[in-house]
């Protein structure tokens, strides 16, 4: 592997570790990141205006990629296709319906009571963990609790073995169908977001309700309309994220329980109530999280001359603890500076 | 308008409204007076439905409007202001005025797609009644400000220019000029007027400064212990004994005796 490795040749040193770099961290956790944003943003739009933490959220995205599975699986048996992209694309619209449908259920039978009740937050977030059972249990039920494979179509963008024939490096560079996907995706979903927040009536009056519920009230502004609205758009975020991972790693209805830490510690880091600080958290979270439990070495002995290359791996953390990064970062922002590096609502 | 009969609204134990009856004249701007802690801001809430009354009855030309959300009563042309300022603090000036007419066609998901021009024609006559309000209450310069920003007198204004937004039948206002200098208090009191003479707006008023008061309110009604003690014309009310011991204390009888 090292044959081309002279003293010489420092460009191809430093080519060298930008691509592994590249290839192992930077890719993954953008891709990564996108992800964990969509999903931080769902839950911060229900905290900010629903007003609790939802812990049902990650089985939310669970949902929402099943019902694309579904309709993806349904799709291939008819013989529809885009092509060299995933037919999943196709299918994310009528995961998204599938989930609002399932949200707005659960609203009208569940979080409606306690809101009416004026229930205070904490009891939304234990009657959201009774949720989050019984949604895990229905994907259970529908789908099995294994691996399930969705994806077709190309499965690189840039393969290794190209981006080296191409390139003359001896490091490989990858880059999936699914991380472009994913991070296109995220882009047009985030622009519209923001757009849709910002510049229409529905998404300033689902604003003014964040910022001041009373005000919002008397000011004419319908709250069953808000929380309808909201639930919609946050399935809309819970099934493009839980697609989008789905996609890019195997689905399976357990990782997304344990996806809840991360997307928390994304929308806590950011600011809770912050879409931006949800986007920002969710990188921050993905960065830590890849940074910390990949094994530098692989990096390092490119830049340093041999005689000062390390002897272990340099991995800060094994991957088995990746979670306890997310837990760390969470703990250490809410005990310095609980409002997030946005400004969020203090939790 | 406003009949309230019989009102209660406890908070554990303590009788913060404790049966008041009182009635606001249709076109009247009718001040609402009394020591602090005597429950007015609470008699408000639980007009404006934003408490539910522990008991009693609340009527608005002879409609039971008890407990009624606020954003329906907002529908029937109730609005009030806060004693401590509310606004949208992540919008400017502007848009915390344009969003007041809740309930627009724009707040329809489906029509944020579909009805954009019906949801543009909204938005130029909201845009332009915002800007006649701003330029009203002498803060048009400050109409692309975040209304988190303002000073606390501004908010106040703001808060009044929320209710000119409408056409109003009867507003609320908890002490709009509390935290305001002589000058805009002037104005302030000119807006009501205007409002109450030219538009039809019925006031029911909490204030503590009582020149204000007498410039401005017929009648007045004095609070103290969540009990309506006395209600007259200002006269009657500083000549009252039971309101003097209350609320006006010994310092204005021994002015009006000098
Ligand atoms: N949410 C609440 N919980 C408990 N007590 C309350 C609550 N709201 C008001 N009170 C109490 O009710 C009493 C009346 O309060 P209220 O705000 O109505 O007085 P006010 O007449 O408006 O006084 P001020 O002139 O100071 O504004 C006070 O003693 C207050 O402490
Ligand atoms: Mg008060």
Redesign the pocket.
């Known amino acids: 592997m090292c044959a081309n490795r002279f003293w010489g040749d420092r460009d191809d040193e430093i080519l060298n570790a930008i691509v592994v770099l590249s290839n192992y961290v930077l890719i993954p956790a953008v891709a990564y990141g996108s992800q964990l944003a969509l999903g931080a943003l769902g839950v911060t739009l229900i905290y900010g205006i629903l007003r609790f933490s939802n812990f049902a959220h990650g089985d939310t995205m669970a949902f929402g990629a099943m019902a694309t599975i579904l309709v993806t699986w349904l799709f291939q048996s008819w013989g529809i296709s885009l092509g060299p992209l995933p037919t999943a694309l196709l299918a994310i619209p009528f995961g998204i319906m599938a989930t609002a449908a399932l949200l707005l259920t659960t609203d009208r039978l569940v979080y409606r009571f306690y809101r009416q009740k004026k229930a205070p937050p904490v009891i939304l977030v234990i009657v959201s963990m009774g949720v989050m059972f019984v949604m895990n249990g229905l994907v259970r039920f529908i789908i099995g609790p294994n691996d399930q494979r969705f994806a077709d179509g190309e499965r690189f963008i840039i393969s290794a073995r190209e981006f080296k024939k191409m390139t003359g490096l001896s490091e490989g560079l990858a880059f999936k169908t699914t991380q472009g996907i994913t991070i296109v995706t995220a882009i047009i979903v985030v622009m519209t977001l923001f757009w849709f927040l910002n510049r229409t009536r529905t998404g300033k009056s689902m604003r003014a309700f964040s910022d001041n519920e009373d005000l919002a009230l008397l000011s004419g502004i319908n709250p069953d309309r808000v929380v309808m609205v909201t639930w919609i758009i946050v399935a809309a975020l819970a099934a493009t994220a839980g697609a989008l991972y789905g996609l890019d790693k195997s689905f399976k209805p357990f990782t997304y329980l344990q996806l809840l830490l991360p997307i928390f510690a994304a929308a806590v880091v950011g600011g809770l109530g912050n879409p931006v600080g949800a986007i920002a958290g969710g990188f921050v979270i993905a960065f830590s999280e890849i940074l910390i439990t990949y094994p530098l070495k692989r990096v390092l002995k490119y830049l340093l001359p041999e005689n000062l290359e390390p002897s272990t791996l340099v991995q800060l953390l094994s991957t088995d603890y990746k979670f306890a990064v997310s837990f760390t970062i969470l703990i250490i922002v809410l005990l310095f500076r609980p409002t997030g590096l946005f400004k969020g609502k203090s939790v | 308008m406003i009949k309230v009969e019989n009102l209660h609204r406890h908070?554990?134990g303590?009788r913060?409204?404790d049966g008041s009856s009182l009635e606001i004249r249709e076109g009247s701007i009718t001040g609402l007076v009394?020591?602090?802690?005597?429950?007015?801001?609470?008699?408000?809430?639980v007009i404006a439905g934003v408490?539910p009354p522990t008991s009693g009855r609340v009527t608005m030309a002879g409609i039971d409007i008890t407990g009624m959300p606020p954003h329906a009563l907002f529908h029937k042309g109730l609005l009030r202001t806060f004693?401590i300022a509310h606004e949208f603090g992540s919008m400017s000036v502007r848009e915390n005025l344009m969003m007041v007419p809740g309930g627009q066609t724009g707040e329809v998901l489906w029509n944020t797609w579909f009805g954009r021009k019906r949801i543009a024609d909204e938005e130029r006559v909201l845009q332009a009644k915002a800007d006649e309000v701003l330029e009203f209450l002498t803060i048009d310069h400050l109409r692309d400000e975040k209304a988190g920003n303002l000073s606390g007198g501004q908010k106040k204004l703001l808060e009044l220019g929320r209710t000119m937004m409408v056409d109003a039948r009867i507003v609320f206002l908890?002490?709009v000029g509390a935290g305001v200098n002589r000058t805009l208090l002037n104005t302030i009191g000119d807006a009501i007027i205007r409002l109450n003479r030219e538009r039809g707006y019925t006031f029911c008023m909490?204030e503590?400064d009582m020149e204000f008061i007498g410039r401005l309110c017929d009648p007045v009604i004095v609070?103290a212990e969540?009990k309506v003690l006395a209600q007259g014309t200002i006269e009657e009310i500083k000549a009252n004994e039971q309101v003097i011991e209350a609320y006006l204390g010994t310092g204005l009888k021994n002015k009006g005796a000098a």
């Open positions: 908070f554990g303590f913060a409204v009394g020591p602090n802690g005597a429950g007015k801001t609470t008699l408000f809430n408490l004693q908890d002490e909490i503590h609070m969540g």
